[in-house]
């Protein structure tokens, strides 16, 4: 394993080497913040290695070197501004315009020339990626970190589960097979014998009588693999504890506890639809624009107030923000988020469902289940008391299991505007079925339909 990832390393290296020496007639640009910056302008409609809404820009350099006769020059102008570049009456802009249905690109007249050197160092010679594994620490901060751990999770149970199923049904199998040779065997040494003597039972008879004894182990060894796999599916990939670090040190206790920040005035989508969304930069800055350093009571240790006084800084750089002039001087930065908590996309998860319509029932039920531990935000239900943490991590499993349980154990409140409504005549049928003063739990609504969560 160790030996394997040498080489692996060593082979990025040599490719790096190999891309970097082929691709040196353009170096003047810095691949690594290139990559950033393409990240968070370009990819929505750019790929590097396919079509996507634009055409592919892996090498676009040499391609349009080569197949245009135009240089750095052009890129530089149809980046900056493509409407322009074509008014101008530019044959190759207008050309490629046409050939992709006049799709507009977006213009980008903030970027800098430098920065646009960096875009197209990278299109050139995208830096090999750190393995995973290496990059502890500070480096593992980057958006594949959640893909990469969920992956390498999923791979071993996945594999390790697979193959045990796959052997034990195997082996249940071949005893089965064993078994029932046998009993035929048996049964043809008796038949002969026997041939002569009474023919009670034919060998016919036995043969079907056995033959139901398989079938039915077969079935229950069928019940049994089915029960098995839910089981796998419904507790698979444990993301409990995962807690990656951030680009700035946003601290949710000093936000949301000690100064009892309204999680919803920065997650404010929560209430209206699927997702819930990071803030961006412009709500940090309706507070940061006044508030510039830390002169809180609280202190984590280890930290000072000039740690907490430096991350503050970079919500000015990320956005641009002269503190001593107030103003904005138009050079931004992208501050990328690792995401800690990310659904399959086959999964459909919405907020509002839970914290509009369910809030009374999942704030009743969650404090009926945990009296110690009264809750008074929604949200905390789920994320756990964020409001004490300083590094926000998954409080719960998040697996397929856990939403079902919470759904087979939480009553609904059908008394609420939304429910009434909608579940009216539901409601009735189900006060019918279960009687009036019964629980209905969410399962009861549908809560465990399979397409009620998966697309
Ligand atoms: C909203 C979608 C969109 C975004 C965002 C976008 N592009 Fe484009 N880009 C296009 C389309 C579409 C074309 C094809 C030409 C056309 O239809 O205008 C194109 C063409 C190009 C070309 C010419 C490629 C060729 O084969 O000649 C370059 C270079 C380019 N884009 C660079 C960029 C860079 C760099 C960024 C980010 C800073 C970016 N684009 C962001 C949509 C986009
Ligand atoms: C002042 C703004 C602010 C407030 C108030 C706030 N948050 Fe956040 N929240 C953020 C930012 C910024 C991030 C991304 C950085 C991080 O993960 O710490 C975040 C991340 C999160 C995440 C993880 C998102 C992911 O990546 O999956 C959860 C869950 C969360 N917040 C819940 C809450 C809850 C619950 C409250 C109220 C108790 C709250 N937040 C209050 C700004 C805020
Ligand atoms: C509603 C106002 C408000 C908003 C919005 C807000 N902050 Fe703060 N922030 C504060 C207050 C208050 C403090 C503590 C200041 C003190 O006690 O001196 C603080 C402190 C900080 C600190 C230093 C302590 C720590 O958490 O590490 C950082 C960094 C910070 N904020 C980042 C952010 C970021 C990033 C955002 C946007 C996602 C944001 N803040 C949004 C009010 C806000
Ligand atoms: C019923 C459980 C539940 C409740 C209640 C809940 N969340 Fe979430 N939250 C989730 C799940 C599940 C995800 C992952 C969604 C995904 O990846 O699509 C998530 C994701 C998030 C994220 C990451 C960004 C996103 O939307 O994927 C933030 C931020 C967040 N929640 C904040 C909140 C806040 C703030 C509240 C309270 C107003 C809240 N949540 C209430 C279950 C819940
Ligand atoms: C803390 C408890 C809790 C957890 C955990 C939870 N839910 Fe729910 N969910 C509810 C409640 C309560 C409702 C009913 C809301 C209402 O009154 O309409 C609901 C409703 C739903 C509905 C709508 C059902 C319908 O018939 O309209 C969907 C879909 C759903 N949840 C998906 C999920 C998914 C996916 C997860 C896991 C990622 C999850 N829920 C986790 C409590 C929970
Ligand atoms: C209350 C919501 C909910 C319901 C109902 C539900 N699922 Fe899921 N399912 C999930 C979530 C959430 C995941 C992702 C879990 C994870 O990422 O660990 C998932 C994952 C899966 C997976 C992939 C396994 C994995 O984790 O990769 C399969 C297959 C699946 N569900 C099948 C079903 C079937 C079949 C039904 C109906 C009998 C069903 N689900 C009903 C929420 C639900």
Not at 68 to 93: C, E, F, M, P, V
Not at 187 to 212: H, I, M, P
Request: charged residues 20%; contains cysteine.
């Amino acid at each position: 394993m160790i030996s394997w990832r040498k080489h692996y390393k060593r082979g990025l290296i040599a490719i790096g080497l190999l891309l970097s020496t082929s691709a040196s007639i353009y170096a003047q640009g810095d691949a690594k913040n290139g990559e950033k910056l393409f990240k968070a302008n370009c990819t929505a409609c750019h790929a590097l290695d396919k079509q996507l809404v634009g055409p592919a820009l892996g090498g676009i350099v040499d391609l349009i070197k080569k197949e245009q006769n135009l240089d750095t020059d052009w890129l530089h102008k149809w980046i900056k501004d493509n409407k322009a570049l074509r008014a101008s009456g530019d044959k190759y802009a207008n050309e490629i315009f046409e050939k992709f249905n006049k799709t507009e690109m977006t213009a980008f007249p903030n970027l800098t020339d430098q920065e646009i050197d960096d875009i197209l160092a990278y299109t050139s010679n995208p830096p090999a990626p750190e393995p995973a594994a290496e990059a502890t620490g500070a480096g593992a901060a980057d958006t594949n970190s959640v893909a990469a751990l969920e992956a390498a999770k999923m791979q071993s149970m996945n594999s390790k589960i697979i193959l045990l199923s796959l052997l034990a049904i195997g082996g249940l199998l071949i005893w089965l097979l064993l078994k029932l040779k046998q009993l035929v065997k048996l049964q043809q040494t008796d038949e002969l014998t026997g041939l002569n003597a009474t023919r009670a039972v034919s060998f016919g008879d036995l043969y079907r009588k056995y033959d139901y004894i398989g079938k039915g182990i077969l079935v229950l060894l069928g019940i049994f693999a089915a029960y098995g796999l839910w089981n796998w599916l419904m507790w698979i990939g444990v993301y409990k504890g995962y807690k990656p670090e951030q680009p700035i040190y946003f601290s949710h206790k000093i936000h949301a506890g000690e100064n009892k920040i309204d999680c919803q005035l920065c997650h404010s989508s929560a209430k209206y639809g699927k997702v819930s969304e990071i803030p961006s930069m412009n709500v940090c800055m309706n507070c940061h624009r006044t508030i510039s350093e830390y002169n809180g009571k609280y202190m984590e240790p280890g930290k000072d107030k000039a740690f907490y006084d430096g991350e503050i800084q970079k919500i000015y750089a990320a956005t641009g923000w002269d503190p001593s002039s107030q103003k904005y001087t138009g050079k931004t930065q992208p501050v990328e988020w690792t995401r800690i908590h990310n659904m399959p996309d086959f999964v459909y998860f919405n907020h509002a469902q839970h914290v509009v319509a369910g809030e009374q029932a999942i704030l009743n039920s969650y404090n009926q289940k945990n009296p110690n531990a009264k809750i008074d935000v929604v949200c905390k239900a789920c994320h756990g008391q964020v409001d004490t943490m300083n590094v926000v991590q998954m409080a719960n499993d998040f697996t397929m299991g856990w939403c079902i349980e919470c759904h087979r154990t939480t009553e609904v409140d059908m008394n609420n505007g939304y429910n009434k409504e909608y579940f009216k005549n539901l409601h009735d049928k189900l006060k019918k079925q279960y009687g009036s003063g019964a629980k209905i739990t969410v399962d009861a609504i549908g809560g465990l339909e399979c397409g009620k969560c998966h697309y």
